[in-house]
C-alpha cells in the first residue's frame, strides 16, 4: 500500500481513492478487488445480506485494514499511524449495530467519543455535544442515561456521536434502523446538510431511502461492485424487462404476488406481455441477479 498517489483520480481532496480493496476472512472474500473514487454528495450502498456491505464500510472507516489494495482517505494514508489519526478525526462513524454505554448519559457518551477523538477543548466539546445532540432532536434527553432511552433514541445517540467535528467523511450502515417515518425524514435532512460539505456513504437496504436520498448508489454482489451510478440508472435496467400477468411465469428471473393479486415479473417477457414502468427495486433485483444461479 505504498503507491497510493499512483491511483488514477486521485486528488488531495478526494473523499475516498481506492483501488483494488480486498478483505477476505478465512477462504471468503468480503471484498474482493473493490476500485472506487467517492468525492462528495450521498452515496447508498445497497445488496442483499453477505454481499459485503458492512465489511466495505469498515474498510473506509479505518475500522479493518485491507489485506490487498490501495486507499486513501480524505487525501491521506490509513496505514500511516500521523495520518490515520488526522483522518478520524475528520471522519464519522456509525456502526451497523452501535454498542453504547448504558450507564452514560446521551451527553457523557457524545463526548466520549469526542475525547477519543482528542478533542482536548473542554468547552468546544461541550457546545458540539450539545449541538450534535440537538441536531438529531435530543436536546431535551441529552441527560438522560442511556438504558432509560427507546431503541429509536439510542440510535440518535450514535448519529450523533458520528457528526462530532462536522466530519468531512461520515459512514453509516444502516443508520435509519429504529426509526420512525418522522425521524427518517429528519435523518435526510441532517445528511443532506452533512453532504454539502463532504461525503456521506451509507449502506442500506431500503431503495426507497436511496431514492429520496443518494445522487449516486452502488449495488454490492459477492465482494465487488456489481453496479456504480445514479439510481435512475439502476431504475432504467429494467426498462422493457418488467410485466403482469394473472398467473405465474415459469421463465421470469424474478416473480411475486402484487397488492391487487397479479403476479409482477422480472426477466425477458414473453410476446404481447403487458409491460410495466420499472420501479427502483426492480432494477435493485435485477442487479443482485447472478446468471449462474440455478434456475
Given amino acids: 500500500m505504498s503507491q497510493l498517489t499512483d491511483l488514477p483520480g486521485t486528488s488531495a481532496t478526494a473523499g475516498i481513492a481506492a483501488s483494488g480493496l480486498t478483505k477476505r476472512f478465512g477462504r471468503t472474500a468480503a471484498v474482493s478487488g473493490v476500485d472506487l473514487e467517492l468525492h462528495g454528495g450521498v452515496v447508498g450502498v445497497l445488496g442483499p445480506n453477505g454481499a459485503g456491505k458492512t465489511t466495505l464500510l469498515r474498510l473506509l472507516a ?7 489494495g490501495q486507499i486513501r482517505l480524505l487525501g491521506r494514508d490509513p496505514e500511516r499511524p500521523s495520518e490515520r489519526l488526522e483522518i478520524r478525526r475528520r471522519l464519522g462513524y456509525l456502526p451497523q449495530s452501535p454498542e453504547l454505554y448504558r450507564g452514560f448519559t446521551a451527553f457523557e457518551l457524545v ?6 477523538k482528542e478533542h482536548t477543548d473542554r468547552r468546544w466539546r461541550a457546545r458540539e455535544c450539545a449541538r450534535v445532540l440537538e441536531l438529531v432532536g435530543l436536546q431535551d434527553r441529552m441527560h438522560q442515561k442511556i438504558r432509560t432511552l427507546s431503541g429509536g433514541m439510542q440510535q440518535r445517540v450514535a448519529l450523533a456521536a458520528s457528526l462530532i467535528g462536522t466530519p468531512e467523511l461520515l459512514v453509516l450502515d444502516e443508520p435509519a434502523t429504529g426509526l420512525d417515518p418522522e425521524q427518517r425524514i429528519e435523518l435526510r435532512s441532517v445528511l443532506s446538510d452533512t453532504a454539502r460539505r463532504g461525503t456521506v456513504l451509507l449502506s442500506t437496504h431500503n431503495t426507497g431511502e436511496v431514492a429520496a436520498l443518494c445522487s449516486r448508489v452502488l449495488v454490492m454482489r459477492h465482494g465487488t461492485v ?14 422493457g424487462r418488467v410485466w403482469e400477468s394473472d398467473s405465474p411465469e415459469p421463465g421470469a428471473e424474478r416473480s411475486w ?10 426477466g425477458t417477457p414473453p410476446a404481447g406481455a ?8 426492480d432494477g435493485y433485483l435485477l442487479a443482485v441477479t447472478d446468471p449462474r444461479r440455478p434456475r
Avoid at 62 to 68: G, I, N, Q
Avoid at 226 to 239: M, N
Wanted: charged share 20%.
Fill in 226 to 239: 456489481g453496479y456504480d451510478g445514479t439510481p435512475a440508472g439502476l431504475r432504467d435496467l429494467a426498462s
Fill in 111 to 116: 463526548d466520549y467519543v469526542a475525547t477519543l
Fill in 274 to 281: 403487458a409491460l410495466c414502468q420499472p420501479t427502483l427495486d
Fill in 257 to 266: 404476488v402484487t397488492a391487487d393479486g397479479r403476479y409482477r415479473h422480472l
Fill in 62 to 68: 479505518t475500522v479493518l485494514s485491507p489485506d490487498a
